[in-house]
Every structure is written in C-alpha cells, then in structure tokens.
C-alpha cells in the first residue's frame, strides 16, 4: 500500500493517521488482537477506518471488510480502492456483520 490517501486534507487528523502508519510494531500488535477474536471469513467492520490502516492487511486475509468513515475525502479514497465504505453506521443491514473493531479513533469537535 503505497500511500493511497496523499492529498486528502479535510480531516484534521490526517498528520495523525499518517504518523500511526510508520508505527508498525504497534500496528502489528493492534492487528493481532484483531486477528485473536475474528473468525475465518468473517465479515468485518472497520469503525472509522480512515486511511485503511488495518482494512487493506485484514482484507489480504481473505474477509470482506466494511469501513465507516465519516469523512467524504477518505471514505471516497477507499472506495475506490475496493471497499465497501459508509459514512454512518445507520446505512448497514441490521446483523450484516460478524465482527467490528474500531482503533485509534479520537474525535474532537471544534
């Protein structure tokens, strides 16, 4: 994955993200947890999925991953990288999931 997202600016936390990238031990780790609880197959729900940190490897190992992302910049960037990508939790079938997570998801209003 080679910086799928350069040029998105809208969400204030980009810089964030993108330093959360280069985290890779502690990625790792996060993706074991994941990893631990999940069953094959499953499909799985990336909770502010934001630059697809954990959606694009999880979707290497063969499960359907679907993101919410409420913002319009990235949830376009991972459409078009092949996700299923919504901006709210309201637009999922009731029981369409078998698993969610959501990391290093920090919000603040302004």
Aim: aromatic share 10%.
């Amino acid at each position: 994955m080679d910086r799928p997202f350069e040029g998105v600016e809208q969400y204030e936390g980009l810089q964030n993200l993108e330093a959360m990238r280069h985290a890779v031990r502690y990625t790792n780790f996060q993706l074991s947890l994941i990893k631990k609880f999940k069953q094959h197959k499953d499909r799985i729900l990336d909770f502010g999925a934001g630059l697809g940190t954990f959606a694009f490897p999880l979707r290497s190992d063969d499960h359907e991953i679907v993101c919410v992302e409420p913002d319009g910049s990235m949830r376009e960037k991972l459409k078009e990288e092949g996700f299923r990508c919504e901006a709210s939790l309201a637009a999922l079938e009731s029981g369409s999931l078998d698993f969610g997570y959501t990391l290093n998801v920090s919000e603040s209003g302004s």
